[in-house]
Protein backbone atom coordinates (compact mmCIF):
# COMPACT_ATOMS: atom_id res chain seq x y z
CA UNK A 1 0.00 0.00 0.00
CA UNK A 2 1.68 3.69 -0.90
CA UNK A 3 0.19 7.16 -1.56
CA UNK A 4 0.95 8.23 -5.05
CA UNK A 5 0.33 12.59 -5.15
CA UNK A 6 0.18 13.97 -8.99
CA UNK A 7 -0.65 17.39 -10.12
CA UNK A 8 2.28 19.62 -9.18
CA UNK A 9 4.14 21.60 -11.67
CA UNK A 10 4.73 25.32 -12.85
CA UNK A 11 1.98 28.13 -12.72
CA UNK A 12 2.29 31.83 -12.87
CA UNK A 13 1.06 33.74 -9.87
CA UNK A 14 -2.66 34.48 -9.40
CA UNK A 15 -3.33 30.55 -11.27
CA UNK A 16 -4.76 27.44 -10.21
CA UNK A 17 -3.85 23.89 -9.76
CA UNK A 18 -5.33 20.41 -8.47
CA UNK A 19 -3.15 18.26 -6.54
CA UNK A 20 -4.26 14.53 -6.25
CA UNK A 21 -3.16 11.61 -4.11
CA UNK A 22 -4.41 8.51 -4.16
CA UNK A 23 -3.65 5.38 -2.11
CA UNK A 24 -3.58 2.50 -4.10
CA UNK A 25 -4.06 -1.67 -2.70
CA UNK A 26 -7.23 -2.89 -1.30
CA UNK A 27 -8.22 0.01 1.23
CA UNK A 28 -10.84 -0.80 3.74
CA UNK A 29 -10.25 2.66 5.51
CA UNK A 30 -8.42 5.66 5.67
CA UNK A 31 -8.99 7.98 8.72
CA UNK A 32 -8.08 11.70 8.22
CA UNK A 33 -5.85 12.58 4.72
CA UNK A 34 -4.21 15.54 4.54
CA UNK A 35 -1.41 18.13 2.75
CA UNK A 36 1.44 19.36 3.99
CA UNK A 37 4.28 21.02 2.07
CA UNK A 38 7.83 22.33 2.60
CA UNK A 39 9.26 24.84 0.46
CA UNK A 40 13.07 25.90 0.07
CA UNK A 41 14.92 26.00 3.41
CA UNK A 42 11.58 25.66 5.54
CA UNK A 43 10.30 22.66 8.01
CA UNK A 44 7.12 20.93 6.47
CA UNK A 45 4.07 22.72 7.74
CA UNK A 46 0.25 21.60 7.44
CA UNK A 47 -1.57 22.99 4.70
CA UNK A 48 -4.97 21.42 4.70
CA UNK A 49 -6.78 18.20 6.58
CA UNK A 50 -9.89 16.39 6.14
CA UNK A 51 -11.52 13.67 8.16
CA UNK A 52 -13.35 10.45 6.73
CA UNK A 53 -16.94 12.35 7.80
CA UNK A 54 -15.37 15.45 5.86
CA UNK A 55 -14.63 18.17 8.58
CA UNK A 56 -12.11 20.31 7.09
CA UNK A 57 -8.81 22.29 8.77
CA UNK A 58 -6.94 25.35 7.00
CA UNK A 59 -3.65 26.69 7.60
CA UNK A 60 -4.41 30.30 7.94
CA UNK A 61 -1.63 30.94 4.69
CA UNK A 62 -4.15 28.85 2.82
CA UNK A 63 -8.06 29.65 3.82
CA UNK A 64 -9.98 31.01 1.05
CA UNK A 65 -7.82 29.68 -1.74
CA UNK A 66 -6.87 26.25 -1.04
CA UNK A 67 -10.02 23.45 -0.92
CA UNK A 68 -9.13 19.98 0.32
CA UNK A 69 -12.05 17.17 -0.72
CA UNK A 70 -11.78 13.57 -1.06
CA UNK A 71 -13.67 10.55 -2.71
CA UNK A 72 -13.73 7.72 -0.15
CA UNK A 73 -15.11 5.08 -3.04
CA UNK A 74 -11.47 6.30 -4.77
CA UNK A 75 -9.22 6.22 -1.24
CA UNK A 76 -8.21 9.78 -2.78
CA UNK A 77 -7.59 13.07 -1.45
CA UNK A 78 -7.56 16.10 -3.84
CA UNK A 79 -6.56 20.21 -3.17
CA UNK A 80 -7.41 22.58 -5.55
CA UNK A 81 -5.17 25.86 -5.44
CA UNK A 82 -6.59 28.57 -6.38
CA UNK A 83 -4.76 32.47 -5.93
CA UNK A 84 -1.62 30.92 -6.06
CA UNK A 85 1.51 32.66 -4.55
CA UNK A 86 5.37 32.64 -4.84
CA UNK A 87 5.35 31.52 -1.48
CA UNK A 88 3.04 28.60 -2.22
CA UNK A 89 6.18 26.92 -4.16
CA UNK A 90 6.94 24.12 -2.23
CA UNK A 91 6.83 20.46 -2.10
CA UNK A 92 3.06 19.28 -1.18
CA UNK A 93 3.57 15.88 0.62
CA UNK A 94 0.00 14.17 1.25
CA UNK A 95 -0.54 11.67 4.37
CA UNK A 96 -2.66 9.12 6.01
CA UNK A 97 -2.83 9.29 9.32
CA UNK A 98 -4.91 5.71 9.68
CA UNK A 99 -5.32 3.28 7.28
CA UNK A 100 -6.64 0.03 7.27
CA UNK A 101 -6.22 -2.56 4.42
CA UNK A 102 -5.74 -5.87 2.73
CA UNK A 103 -2.39 -7.46 1.64
CA UNK A 104 -3.93 -9.12 -1.06
CA UNK A 105 -6.45 -8.43 -3.78
CA UNK A 106 -9.43 -10.07 -1.88
CA UNK A 107 -10.17 -9.57 2.12
CA UNK A 108 -9.99 -12.27 4.27
CA UNK A 109 -10.07 -11.65 8.77
CA UNK A 110 -6.08 -12.36 8.53
CA UNK A 111 -4.99 -10.61 5.83
CA UNK A 112 -6.76 -7.40 7.38
CA UNK A 113 -3.97 -4.78 7.74
CA UNK A 114 -2.92 -1.64 9.95
CA UNK A 115 -1.12 1.51 9.23
CA UNK A 116 -0.32 5.11 10.85
CA UNK A 117 1.29 8.11 9.44
CA UNK A 118 1.57 7.02 5.58
CA UNK A 119 3.16 9.71 3.47
CA UNK A 120 3.20 10.04 -0.24
CA UNK A 121 6.40 10.76 -2.24
CA UNK A 122 5.71 14.66 -2.75
CA UNK A 123 4.58 16.65 -5.44
CA UNK A 124 6.64 19.95 -6.80
CA UNK A 125 4.67 23.36 -7.51
CA UNK A 126 6.53 25.97 -8.84
CA UNK A 127 4.56 29.46 -8.51
CA UNK A 128 6.45 31.89 -10.62
CA UNK A 129 6.67 34.29 -13.48
Not at 10 to 21: A, D, E, K, N, T
Request: with cysteine; hydrophobic share 30%; charged share 15%.
Amino acid sequence: VQLQASGGGLVQPGGSLRLSCAASGTIISINAMGWYRQGPGKQRELVATITSTYNTNYAESVKGRFTISRDNAKSTVYLQMSSLKPEDTAVYYCNADEMYYCSGDKCYEDTVRHATDMWGQGTLVTVSS
